[in-house]
């Protein structure tokens, strides 16, 4: 159970490497339909996304142990953080009583803010020096961090989290992730994001126009 925890935590956070097939078929199944959610929800493909969720959670309630459905639900809601959307993570709330892992539960308290010095230890290796960063108030290094991560997704989910901590050069590196990864959704939360911190008139219109494009084949 310990190895499953850490490879489904794994899978949620977007790791993007490669994993030895779970022993179980719907195990299987739950985590590829999740990876398959994570693009199509990223690339703005919701209709598709929307499917692909809800079969990730239908495969997960095979079982009753639910550490595969709380990594489930908190990967939801990392992602809706990651490009803007409101989350509390209510989904795992509703759950988290009956799951006993350190793990999940780190993980829900850095996608809320609230986690602890003890906890951090408890998270990726990604995130660890992003997370002292700020427990520290070494707030000219979180740029850096977040720029240094090799995930896109890791990327996007920091950024927004920090958002009032990042200067406009990590956002721009931040956009040109997305954009290489075919993250429509992302990229334009954060050229709307741009185009509010400033009041170059000439920016704002190039912003405009280029939001404008995208949109007009977003399903959104």
Same mark, same amino acid.
């Given at each position: 159970m310990k190895k499953l925890t850490i490879y489904l935590l794994t899978a949620l956070l977007f790791s993007g490497c490669s994993f030895d097939t779970p022993p179980n078929e719907w195990q299987y199944k739950s985590v590829n339909a999740f990876d398959s959610y994570t693009k199509n929800f990223l690339s703005s493909n919701d209709n598709l996304a929307k499917n692909d969720l809800q079969r990730a959670v239908k495969h997960a309630k095979n079982s009753?142990?639910?550490?595969?459905?709380?990594?489930?639900?908190?990967g939801e809601c990392a992602l809706n953080i990651s490009v803007g =959307?409101?989350?509390k993570c209510e989904k795992y709330q509703d759950i988290k009583d009956l799951i006993n892992s350190q793990t999940l539960n780190a993980y829900y308290d850095f996608l809320t803010l609230? =986690?602890?010095e003890k906890q951090i230890s408890q998270?990726?290796?990604i995130y660890r020096?992003?997370?002292?960063?700020?427990?520290?108030?070494?707030?000219?290094?979180?740029?850096n961090d977040i720029v240094k991560m090799d995930r896109p997704t890791s990327q996007l989910l920091s950024t927004s989290l920090l958002k009032d901590k990042v200067d406009n050069n990590t956002i721009e590196r931040v956009i040109e992730v997305a954009s290489f990864n075919g993250y429509k959704k992302a990229v334009i939360f954060?050229?709307?994001?741009?185009k509010n911190r400033t009041?170059?008139?000439?920016k704002i219109t190039k912003l405009n126009k280029k939001i404008s494009i995208l949109k007009d084949f977003t399903n959104e």
């Open positions: 009753s142990d639910l550490t595969h459905l709380g990594s489930i639900y908190l =959307i409101t989350d609230n =986690i602890k998270l990726p290796k020096d992003l997370v002292w960063h700020v427990k520290n108030e070494e707030f000219t290094k979180i740029n954060w050229l709307n994001e741009l009041n170059d008139k000439k």
